[in-house]
């Protein structure tokens, strides 16, 4: 099937052209599979996706004072 996408990243297209030339098959066949693989991974859910949604961590009463530490943490 011939299909026609408007507004793709020029870059994005060199980049799976070469990918293609590569491997040894048309863009369109890429394509396909690029795809198949996107459509069979589970769907984004943005509440999953959101630092609110993550779980809490108890990191133990010595480490009451660690968001003001940090730096210390870190670099030290």
Do not use: C, H, W
Not at 6 to 34: H, P, T, W
């Amino acid at each position: 099937m011939d299909k026609t996408i408007r507004n793709l990243d020029e870059n994005a297209y060199r980049a799976i052209r070469a990918k293609a030339v590569l491997k040894g098959v048309n863009v369109g066949e890429l394509v396909s599979k690029a795809i198949e693989f996107f459509l069979a991974q589970p769907e984004f859910d943005k509440k999953n996706n959101s630092f609110q949604d993550l779980p809490t961590f108890d990191f133990g009463n010595k480490n009451q004072n660690l968001s003001e530490e940090i730096d210390d943490v870190l670099y030290s």
